[in-house]
């Protein structure tokens, strides 16, 4: 999909740019900051993130296969130790406890790469160096009939530079 | 309309000695700085060469060691009956413990919005994964036949060899391996976003191409920020009860067994307080020089020294109070096992360890009471020394006197290091401090991106009155 990109030196320049572009209606906007700034939350109003569910799903998967491997090894091949029960609950405690950390935390890892499309190893469009170091970026899909309007918008809100990617 | 950040009132008088979460870098002006100060250190020096020629001679003395140790077997590594544990262990509990500073650094300082963690906590967390990979290696050294190491995690296998799970040093491996995992993995993650700044600066085309890949194409977009934010924090929450858990694991290894001096509900907290301090000492202990070095006082502040130095002056009051509850416990244990062996500790065979341990843990930290030593980094420093050596002690005195003096007199011995013990000691710093030194050289000691939150973003529009965060 083609669209336009604009580099700002300013935040508040770039903030005004995206709110006049979602009021005129310019629906797949994505911003490049160096840094988060919640200011553009507020105007994109993203819904929440998605990692959370894998962080919880990864962490039940973790405490039950901690425990259950543990059981699962002691019922195999019994060894009575200490006294304590063939399969002791409370020393397993700590494989659950440790398997919930290490594959929660893996999972958790694994749902941001999945929901932020990452790794990317292949060059995009709509993206310049500039935007991890002191600039904010604006890209807006659009079709070319509409390109022309959004670049306007974008210099009128103070852009340093705005060209047409596709 | 949206908020938008404004910069600082200007003329606001700051309190010099409060570090909080409102920090302020007034030498730091724009995003670029941060960007170029910082990849301005990744250039090699001469120093930095000759560091690392003296670690790496020292990791090939330990190497060395090892190899005629593996050669003439366990017994030239000064074990004698009834010590059976030594240097290898005291040095395995040291090293883990070190790595919990930079976990309480980069986690949990992160969930309680403690500002001055930005300048310190990337290099603690390097710390934590080096000194863990460090602290992997003793339980191997300490092995008689060390290739077989694997033997301590379960899958099945055909010579239907099982771990016990019961067993502490079962769950040391876990919890190890865990605490290894998530450490590399947070402190990954947290370098994404930078690796794509040096990506976007660099310009020699074979180190482009390594941080292109190794910044997985991040493009610093709202929502990549979105989704990283929300697993940082989750990281983090996962890493806080890691850090307190992992060190308990490994008190357990004591605390489990029917010992004097071990046998001990105490011992978790006691070891996770003291995990934490001796962090904290290795963390002045490389920060201090590492600022100077790289001309970065004004990144790393005084602010930031003096409140890592409070946190490390309360930590040294809990390590404190443990030992005197030890002390307490051991009288009022009843038996007469505790009791000399209380004594044997303090006051006999071991008394120079304990006391070593006393003044560098309890006595000399005392002087963090006063702000201008707090405020002092070459003290900073000395003092770091002196708790890294008395952290050191101290895991010897938990581990040495209680196997030189059991219960029956025919059980009490003594305990001399060899030049094997000495050698695999100074190779383990040599290890620990080679990862370091390449590290520092690679990539960013300090988090730029986390640099940048906490300076205000360029506005088109002044806003005298400060604006919304």
């Given at each position: 999909m083609p669209g336009v990109i604009a580099a700002f030196h300013e935040l508040d320049a770039a903030v005004h740019a995206v709110e006049a572009l979602k009021k005129e209606r310019f629906g797949d906007l994505t911003v490049y900051t160096p840094t988060p700034h919640h200011e553009f939350d507020e105007v994109l109003a993203?819904?929440?993130?998605?990692v959370r569910r894998w962080t919880l799903i990864g962490g039940i998967f973790g405490c039950t296969f901690g425990y259950w491997i543990w059981v699962w090894v002691s019922r195999y091949w019994p060894l009575v130790v200490g006294g304590k029960a063939i399969v002791a609950w409370v020393p397993y405690t700590i494989f659950g406890f440790e398997v919930m950390v290490l594959i929660g935390s893996l999972a958790t890892v694994f749902g941001m790469f999945a929901n932020s499309r990452i790794p990317r190893l292949t060059a995009t469009v709509g993206y310049d160096p500039r935007f991890s170091g002191g600039h904010f970026g604006v890209w807006v899909e659009t079709t070319p009939d509409r390109a022309d309007a959004a670049a306007e918008l974008l210099r009128a809100h103070g852009a340093e530079e705005v060209r047409s990617e596709r | 309309m949206a908020t938008t950040a404004a910069p600082f009132p200007s003329g606001e008088e700051l309190r010099p000695n409060v570090a909080s979460a409102d920090v302020h870098f007034p030498a730091i002006k724009t995003y670029e700085q941060v960007d170029e100060e910082i990849i301005n250190t990744l250039r090699p020096s001469l120093a930095w060469f000759g560091l690392l020629t003296l670690a790496i001679l020292a990791l090939l003395i330990g190497a060395g060691s090892w190899i005629y140790q593996i050669y003439a077997g366990l017994g030239v590594a000064g074990y004698a009956p009834p010590v059976m544990w030594g240097v290898y262990i005291v040095s395995f509990v040291f090293w883990v413990g070190i790595g919990h500073a930079g976990t309480l650094i980069s986690a949990i300082l992160y969930l309680f919005r403690a500002g001055f963690r930005t300048s310190i906590y990337r290099v603690s967390e390097a710390m934590t994964v080096f000194a863990v990979m460090t602290a992997g290696l003793f339980p191997i050294l300490h092995l008689g036949r060390p290739w077989k190491f694997f033997y301590l995690i379960p899958y099945p296998n055909w010579r239907l060899i099982w771990p016990n799970p019961k067993s502490p040093l079962v769950w040391d491996v876990f919890a190890i391996l865990t605490y290894l995992t998530v450490s590399a993995t947070f402190l990954y993650i947290g370098l994404i976003p930078d690796f794509a700044i040096m990506r976007d600066r660099e310009k020699n085309p074979i180190r482009k191409r390594l941080f292109a890949t190794l910044s997985l194409g991040w493009r610093n977009s709202d929502k990549e920020w979105r989704h990283f934010a929300r697993a940082y924090l989750f990281l983090a929450a996962f890493a806080t009860p890691l850090v307190l858990s992992v060190h308990s694991v490994v008190s357990f290894d004591f605390a489990m067994a029917n010992m004097p001096g071990w046998h001990e509900t105490i011992f978790p907290p006691y070891f996770v307080a003291g995990a934490i301090y001796s962090g904290l000492g290795m963390v002045f202990t490389i920060v201090i020089p590492m600022r100077k070095y790289f001309k970065l006082e004004h990144y790393i502040t005084l602010n930031d020294l003096d409140a890592a130095a409070k946190m490390c002056l309360f930590v040294s009051m809990v390590v404190g109070l443990a030992y005197l509850t030890e002390f307490q416990m051991g009288y009022l244990a009843g038996t007469s096992f505790e009791q000399e062996y209380w004594w044997n500790r303090t006051f006999g065979q071991w008394w120079w360890a304990e006391w070593i341990i006393l003044i560098c843990n309890c006595v000399l930290p005392m002087s963090l009471f006063s702000q201008k030593l707090r405020r002092n980094p070459a003290w900073l420093f000395i003092l770091s020394i002196f708790i890294n050596i008395g952290m050191w002690f101290e895991r010897f005195t938990i581990i040495v006197p209680t196997l030189s003096h059991e219960f029956e007199p025919w059980q009490w011995g003594g305990y001399r290091p060899t030049w094997v013990d000495m050698g695999i000691l100074i190779g383990s710093f040599g290890w620990f401090f080679m990862w370091f030194l390449l590290f520092i050289k690679q990539m960013p000691t300090m988090a730029m991106t986390e640099f940048k939150e906490l300076i205000p973003a360029r506005m088109a529009k002044s806003h005298a009155g400060g604006g919304a965060h």
């Open positions: 993203r819904p929440e993130s998605h | -």
